[in-house]
């Protein structure tokens, strides 16, 4: 079983962003864009602003009418808030009375509520972060970054709901692209370029999922609103969402919702795939399309198989949660961690007999010992732990893993073979400070422009660094 | 196509069609014992409640009477039937439309009230007395009984209620899933799903039925006792009277919600087997026996005149076309022995050409009918070969919307005037002046039209509205979405898989008929952009169609110099691969 206790520190590799990084010059790595969300974030025009900021208050307004304006501009909860504020228990002790009877029968009403229908509770965004994919989701700069499966297109969602889109840098074009920004996408928690097509981004966020198509017009510098939005069937935020292969299905997951939803966005048609057990939380497609993996908030996660009649088969982790999983290139291997042990898993869909395999002949295997350790080359530094998010490059060669409580990556090589997968320890990569750690990685998929893994990671300090790694 | 094709085709789907009656006639004792668990409910002897319903269910009574109701649904179910198997052809008007659907539609609505009314028959008789017979006793006399006959009421309305909505204007439709589960989960669900949403669905018509009854139920039972040859009982007569009876509307909203269950639960029986993969061949087996039923896909896609069939073999292509491991698709790919001709790629790729070419042929003849499109042909034509077609489209918008509100453009148009000059000096030289006898004659049929036109009905019943064609083809499509998907993962397959080449020849033909239906929807979308707005079918389309030319275009990126015609469609592909 490997461990993290062999680890190299990595050669040093170009990266266009990273600091004194030249040795192993690569010149496409040139072409990337150069991309920190923290300038960008310090920028006012980024901030999200309503209308009632762009108006002087005033001061001379009656309370019934400022209550009633904010019911109009901010909704019932807003209004009953005017109406239990300061100024108004100043002006009218009446009134704010009212509203604190009105508010505590809410109160308790809605206690209730919970207490019979405990699956109703609103879905913080603390909640939310502890399921999600991205290293302290709340405060992190960067919440989730998606590459085009085809071409040299990357999303990158900030903390602002902002998702910016940047392109390969050519004399004529730096690299930054359009900024999709809408009311209807906060809180982002995932997002996917659309396969075989060449400008449509799915979002997944509180409201739903947010579908843009960027064609060429958007350089014109209009305002731009999403193509269409579709809604959770119960409001619910989406946790995580994925394309199948060919684009023409979106399967999400919601951390509110028992059902995984399979979407056929162009006929507007949803098939949700219920099963007994707790609300999904993280999704991922193989490669081929056979089969999805599908982590929920609890031990159990279910790999469901895709072609002809689909099915399922439950699994139940020892503790915790899969907090992340991972497909080989071809779909013949499943790698997951979960939050109860630093232990990596493998589980395998290779049919090792003629007669075709049930569920029982698949049996998760420990692979990889991801217990905290000193680096070698400084003992104060710790790597390991429980496991944040798990990446595999397109060529099979390396698999990323990041954790939740230390920031350093763990590198490991990776040798697939036809029925059975070895994995020895590689390298560590770490942040220009050691207080900065990495908020989500990926890799850039292979394709007619792009032959080789390079690793993207979007760190805490917002700075997006580009690894090509051989 | 050959008639034992059809003959085949329709065997396997009579099969089909028999088991889901089969079905039908299974769910009505289901549905039977969940409406006496419903009107007999006993909160406080539920053994008794539960054994005595299921006794119900299973004594004598219930098995004759049910045999009229049974009957019915096995009509119902044959009528059915004929909607899924009918041959689907355009009707350019209402007239048409009527002449060539109404029997057909007329007998379905027949269907509909007599399970209805028959449903509504049966299930009065496990209720309280005062709602069971149809005459009753009142005052020493025999009267009709109002309750009764406002649930037979109700009866028939819930079934007109449901083919007003679901069939009086469509035709029967079949949602192939895209995440099939196995039979028994789907039929569990659907269960579910309509018993949770019939009684919601079915207050508002209860509520209707209600109204009408209290306005024309007095005028029915006098029409009634003058029939039978009874008196009228005096029982809702008036609003108050019906409203204030809570347990005659609580049975008339619980048969309302039976019924249209009912209804559509047979719908989805016939849906979900109909659209059950039917097993095909790419070739058929030279040693089989006559006797075996072997439909080839070539052959089922040729097949019409059933639109199911041709459904059915484009789905089991696609899904053929995009599985990992495919044994179909490795058939495709083979040479024939002896011979070594690539016959079964042959057939295959000639059809469904010929189908899409057809298809892209008849959608571009129908947008030729529409104004729209018409006064823009020439600007579309621009757009055609331009990569930034939605801007352009944005700009034909503004014009549509400047003539509109007359509007008129600052600066004209620039024109291509050599041309103009030469056209119309070409059409002065030709140019036919009539006579007065012809200019009277114009007049006079202009005006004749003008008059026709005035009478209430008559563009109504006798006029194609605008657009019918290609809405009609966009809504039937689901054949070519399949298709065009199909063939852009076989070709892209072929890459590793056809170890003979047996399809690169056919690329450009493949390319060049994708490419062209892709630039007519596109011309579609700018041209009537309602249609991307509003139809489901023409996203549909248009998305598979983009995103197999993408497939292709992407899988073959650097041999599109040789695979495409023109140096014009080398461009276009090009920036549709890097812009969309």
């Given at each position: 079983m490997a461990s993290l206790s062999n680890l190299k520190q990595i050669p040093t590799l170009s990266s266009p962003t990273g600091v004194g990084h030249r040795q192993n010059y690569i010149p496409e790595l040139e072409q990337y864009p150069t991309i920190n969300l923290k300038n960008e974030l310090l920028n006012p025009s980024a901030h999200r602003f309503s209308v009632g900021h762009s108006f002087i208050p005033v001061e001379s307004e009656s309370v019934p009418k400022r209550i009633s304006r904010t019911f109009f501009d901010g909704g019932f909860w807003e209004s009953l808030a005017e109406a239990r504020s300061e100024k108004t228990r100043e002006q009218a002790p009446l009134i704010s009375k009212t509203a604190d009877y009105i508010a505590h029968l809410l109160d308790l009403y809605s206690r209730f509520k919970l207490k019979v229908f405990p699956h109703t509770q609103q879905l913080s965004a603390e909640r939310i972060a502890q399921y999600a994919e991205t290293r302290d989701w709340v405060n992190s700069s960067v919440r989730y970054i998606a590459w085009h499966v085809h071409l040299f297109k990357l999303a990158v969602a900030g903390v602002d709901d902002v998702v910016r889109v940047y392109s390969k840098i050519t004399d004529n074009n730096a690299g930054m692209g359009p900024v999709l920004k809408s009311p209807t996408q906060t809180q982002i928690t995932c997002m996917a370029w659309r396969p075989l097509c060449a400008f449509e981004l799915v979002v997944g966020c509180r409201q739903g999922l947010c579908f843009w198509i960027i064609d060429n017009n958007l350089h014109l510098g209009r305002t731009i609103n999403p193509s269409h939005t579709l809604k959770h069937p119960d409001n619910l935020p989406i946790s995580s969402l994925q394309w199948n292969k060919d684009g023409t299905l979106l399967a999400t997951a919601s951390i509110g919702d028992r059902a995984i939803l399979i979407w056929h966005p162009d006929s507007k048609r949803l098939k949700p795939l219920k099963r007994l057990g707790p609300p999904g939380s993280l999704l991922s497609w193989s490669p081929c399309n056979e089969w999805i993996f599908a982590a929920t908030v609890d031990r159990v996660f279910r790999v469901w198989k895709c072609h002809d009649r689909w099915t399922s088969d439950r699994w139940v982790c020892d503790g915790g949660n899969v907090q992340a999983a991972c497909w080989s290139p071809y779909g013949r291997f499943l790698l997951f961690a979960s939050t109860a042990e630093p232990i990596l898993y493998r589980l395998q869909f290779v049919q090792l007999l003629l007669q075709s395999s049930k569920s029982d002949d698949k049996e998760v295997l420990p692979v990889a010992d991801l217990n905290a350790c000193t680096l070698d080359s400084s003992k104060h530094t710790l790597i390991g732990g429980t496991v944040q998010q798990l990446v595999w490059d397109p060529q099979g060669k390396y698999l990323v893993i990041t954790f939740k409580s230390t920031n350093s990556i763990a590198i490991f090589r990776t040798y697939i073979q036809k029925y059975d997968l070895q994995i020895s320890g590689g390298y560590y990569l770490n942040g220009q400070t050691t207080a900065e750690y990495p908020s989500f990685v990926c890799f850039q998929p292979l394709n007619k422009d792009n032959d080789r893994s390079v690793l993207t990671i979007g760190w805490s300090s917002g700075r997006i660094q580009f690894y090509a790694l051989h | 196509m050959s008639n034992a094709t059809i003959t085949t085709c329709k065997l396997l789907l009579f099969g089909r069609c028999v088991r889901a009656v089969l079905l039908s006639v299974g769910v009505q004792f289901l549905l039977l014992t969940v409406f006496l668990l419903l009107v007999n409910f006993q909160l406080l002897h539920p053994l008794d409640w539960v054994m005595g319903s299921l006794r119900l269910v299973c004594s004598f009574y219930t098995w004759f009477a049910c045999i009229p109701l049974l009957g019915a649904v096995v009509f119902y179910g044959m009528t059915l039937s004929h909607q899924h198997l009918a041959e689907r052809r355009y009707c350019p008007t209402r007239y048409r439309w009527l002449l060539q659907n109404g029997p057909r539609k007329l007998l379905f609505l027949f269907a509909h009230l007599v399970v209805g009314y028959l449903t509504a028959w049966l299930y009065t008789g496990y209720l309280h007395t005062d709602y069971r017979h149809f005459v009753h006793k009142c005052y020493g006399q025999d009267c009709l009984n109002s309750y009764h006959i406002f649930l037979l009421g109700m009866g028939l309305s819930a079934g007109c209620y449901y083919f007003a909505t679901e069939y009086m204007h469509e035709e029967a439709s079949i949602d192939f899933d895209f995440a099939e589960q196995s039979r028994p989960e789907k039929l569990r669900e659907l269960l579910y799903g309509t018993l949770l949403k019939a009684p919601i669905s079915s207050v508002m018509p209860t509520l209707c039925y209600t109204f009408i009854f209290w306005l024309f139920g007095a005028f029915l039972k006098y029409r009634l006792s003058v029939l039978v040859n009874v008196d009228t009982d005096?029982?809702?007569?008036?609003i108050l009277d019906v409203i204030t009876n809570g347990r005659l509307l609580f049975y008339g909203w619980l048969l309302s919600a039976q019924i249209v269950s009912n209804m559509h639960l047979m719908r989805c029986f016939y849906a979900t087997l109909l659209s059950e993969k039917l097993p095909m061949v790419v070739a058929r087996n030279r040693v089989s026996l006559g006797s075996e039923q072997e439909v080839t896909v070539v052959a089922g896609l040729g097949v019409l005149n059933v639109y199911v069939v041709q459904c059915l073999a484009a789905n089991f292509l696609y899904e053929e076309a995009r599985r990992k491991n495919s044994s179909v698709r490795a058939e495709i790919f083979q040479l024939t022995e002896p011979g070594n001709r690539p016959a079964n790629w042959r057939a295959l790729c000639d059809q469904c050409v010929s189908i899409v070419g057809s298809f892209t042929e008849e959608l571009s003849d129908s947008m030729r009918q529409i104004s729209l499109m018409k006064g823009n042909e020439q600007n579309f034509a621009s757009i055609h070969s331009d990569s930034s077609a939605a801007l352009l489209a944005e700009k034909l918008l503004l014009r549509q919307y400047n003539q509109m509100h007359g509007i008129r453009p600052v600066v004209s148009l620039p024109r291509d005037v050599p041309n103009q000059e030469w056209d119309t000096k070409a059409m002065d030289s030709i140019r036919h002046v009539p006579n007065w006898c012809e200019r009277t004659s114009m007049k006079l049929e202009k005006l004749l039209q003008q008059l026709l036109r005035r009478i209430p009905g008559i563009v109504y019943f006798f006029s194609e509205p605008e657009g019918a064609k290609t809405e009609f083809l966009l809504e039937n499509a689901l054949p070519v979405i399949w298709l065009t998907q199909a063939l852009a993962h076989i070709c892209v397959a072929s890459i590793n898989e056809d170890s003979y080449g047996v399809v690169q020849d056919d690329l450009p033909g493949i390319i060049k008929a994708l490419h062209r239906l892709k630039c007519e929807l596109d011309r579609l979308s700018n041209g009537m952009p309602n249609f991307r707005t509003t139809s489901n079918s023409f996203n549909h389309l248009r998305y598979a169609v983009r995103r197999s030319l993408y497939n292709i275009c992407t899988s073959f990126y650097k041999y599109l110099g040789e695979l495409s015609s023109s140096g014009e469609e080398l461009r276009q592909l090009q920036a549709f691969v890097y812009q969309g």
């Amino acid at each position: 079983m490997a461990s993290l206790s062999n680890l190299k520190q990595i050669p040093t590799l170009s990266s266009p962003t990273g600091v004194g990084h030249r040795q192993n010059y690569i010149p496409e790595l040139e072409q990337y864009p150069t991309i920190n969300l923290k300038n960008e974030l310090l920028n006012p025009s980024a901030h999200r602003f309503s209308v009632g900021h762009s108006f002087i208050p005033v001061e001379s307004e009656s309370v019934p009418k400022r209550i009633s304006r904010t019911f109009f501009d901010g909704g019932f909860w807003e209004s009953l808030a005017e109406a239990r504020s300061e100024k108004t228990r100043e002006q009218a002790p009446l009134i704010s009375k009212t509203a604190d009877y009105i508010a505590h029968l809410l109160d308790l009403y809605s206690r209730f509520k919970l207490k019979v229908f405990p699956h109703t509770q609103q879905l913080s965004a603390e909640r939310i972060a502890q399921y999600a994919e991205t290293r302290d989701w709340v405060n992190s700069s960067v919440r989730y970054i998606a590459w085009h499966v085809h071409l040299f297109k990357l999303a990158v969602a900030g903390v602002d709901d902002v998702v910016r889109v940047y392109s390969k840098i050519t004399d004529n074009n730096a690299g930054m692209g359009p900024v999709l920004k809408s009311p209807t996408q906060t809180q982002i928690t995932c997002m996917a370029w659309r396969p075989l097509c060449a400008f449509e981004l799915v979002v997944g966020c509180r409201q739903g999922l947010c579908f843009w198509i960027i064609d060429n017009n958007l350089h014109l510098g209009r305002t731009i609103n999403p193509s269409h939005t579709l809604k959770h069937p119960d409001n619910l935020p989406i946790s995580s969402l994925q394309w199948n292969k060919d684009g023409t299905l979106l399967a999400t997951a919601s951390i509110g919702d028992r059902a995984i939803l399979i979407w056929h966005p162009d006929s507007k048609r949803l098939k949700p795939l219920k099963r007994l057990g707790p609300p999904g939380s993280l999704l991922s497609w193989s490669p081929c399309n056979e089969w999805i993996f599908a982590a929920t908030v609890d031990r159990v996660f279910r790999v469901w198989k895709c072609h002809d009649r689909w099915t399922s088969d439950r699994w139940v982790c020892d503790g915790g949660n899969v907090q992340a999983a991972c497909w080989s290139p071809y779909g013949r291997f499943l790698l997951f961690a979960s939050t109860a042990e630093p232990i990596l898993y493998r589980l395998q869909f290779v049919q090792l007999l003629l007669q075709s395999s049930k569920s029982d002949d698949k049996e998760v295997l420990p692979v990889a010992d991801l217990n905290a350790c000193t680096l070698d080359s400084s003992k104060h530094t710790l790597i390991g732990g429980t496991v944040q998010q798990l990446v595999w490059d397109p060529q099979g060669k390396y698999l990323v893993i990041t954790f939740k409580s230390t920031n350093s990556i763990a590198i490991f090589r990776t040798y697939i073979q036809k029925y059975d997968l070895q994995i020895s320890g590689g390298y560590y990569l770490n942040g220009q400070t050691t207080a900065e750690y990495p908020s989500f990685v990926c890799f850039q998929p292979l394709n007619k422009d792009n032959d080789r893994s390079v690793l993207t990671i979007g760190w805490s300090s917002g700075r997006i660094q580009f690894y090509a790694l051989h | 196509m050959s008639n034992a094709t059809i003959t085949t085709c329709k065997l396997l789907l009579f099969g089909r069609c028999v088991r889901a009656v089969l079905l039908s006639v299974g769910v009505q004792f289901l549905l039977l014992t969940v409406f006496l668990l419903l009107v007999n409910f006993q909160l406080l002897h539920p053994l008794d409640w539960v054994m005595g319903s299921l006794r119900l269910v299973c004594s004598f009574y219930t098995w004759f009477a049910c045999i009229p109701l049974l009957g019915a649904v096995v009509f119902y179910g044959m009528t059915l039937s004929h909607q899924h198997l009918a041959e689907r052809r355009y009707c350019p008007t209402r007239y048409r439309w009527l002449l060539q659907n109404g029997p057909r539609k007329l007998l379905f609505l027949f269907a509909h009230l007599v399970v209805g009314y028959l449903t509504a028959w049966l299930y009065t008789g496990y209720l309280h007395t005062d709602y069971r017979h149809f005459v009753h006793k009142c005052y020493g006399q025999d009267c009709l009984n109002s309750y009764h006959i406002f649930l037979l009421g109700m009866g028939l309305s819930a079934g007109c209620y449901y083919f007003a909505t679901e069939y009086m204007h469509e035709e029967a439709s079949i949602d192939f899933d895209f995440a099939e589960q196995s039979r028994p989960e789907k039929l569990r669900e659907l269960l579910y799903g309509t018993l949770l949403k019939a009684p919601i669905s079915s207050v508002m018509p209860t509520l209707c039925y209600t109204f009408i009854f209290w306005l024309f139920g007095a005028f029915l039972k006098y029409r009634l006792s003058v029939l039978v040859n009874v008196d009228t009982d005096d029982r809702l007569l008036g609003i108050l009277d019906v409203i204030t009876n809570g347990r005659l509307l609580f049975y008339g909203w619980l048969l309302s919600a039976q019924i249209v269950s009912n209804m559509h639960l047979m719908r989805c029986f016939y849906a979900t087997l109909l659209s059950e993969k039917l097993p095909m061949v790419v070739a058929r087996n030279r040693v089989s026996l006559g006797s075996e039923q072997e439909v080839t896909v070539v052959a089922g896609l040729g097949v019409l005149n059933v639109y199911v069939v041709q459904c059915l073999a484009a789905n089991f292509l696609y899904e053929e076309a995009r599985r990992k491991n495919s044994s179909v698709r490795a058939e495709i790919f083979q040479l024939t022995e002896p011979g070594n001709r690539p016959a079964n790629w042959r057939a295959l790729c000639d059809q469904c050409v010929s189908i899409v070419g057809s298809f892209t042929e008849e959608l571009s003849d129908s947008m030729r009918q529409i104004s729209l499109m018409k006064g823009n042909e020439q600007n579309f034509a621009s757009i055609h070969s331009d990569s930034s077609a939605a801007l352009l489209a944005e700009k034909l918008l503004l014009r549509q919307y400047n003539q509109m509100h007359g509007i008129r453009p600052v600066v004209s148009l620039p024109r291509d005037v050599p041309n103009q000059e030469w056209d119309t000096k070409a059409m002065d030289s030709i140019r036919h002046v009539p006579n007065w006898c012809e200019r009277t004659s114009m007049k006079l049929e202009k005006l004749l039209q003008q008059l026709l036109r005035r009478i209430p009905g008559i563009v109504y019943f006798f006029s194609e509205p605008e657009g019918a064609k290609t809405e009609f083809l966009l809504e039937n499509a689901l054949p070519v979405i399949w298709l065009t998907q199909a063939l852009a993962h076989i070709c892209v397959a072929s890459i590793n898989e056809d170890s003979y080449g047996v399809v690169q020849d056919d690329l450009p033909g493949i390319i060049k008929a994708l490419h062209r239906l892709k630039c007519e929807l596109d011309r579609l979308s700018n041209g009537m952009p309602n249609f991307r707005t509003t139809s489901n079918s023409f996203n549909h389309l248009r998305y598979a169609v983009r995103r197999s030319l993408y497939n292709i275009c992407t899988s073959f990126y650097k041999y599109l110099g040789e695979l495409s015609s023109s140096g014009e469609e080398l461009r276009q592909l090009q920036a549709f691969v890097y812009q969309g």
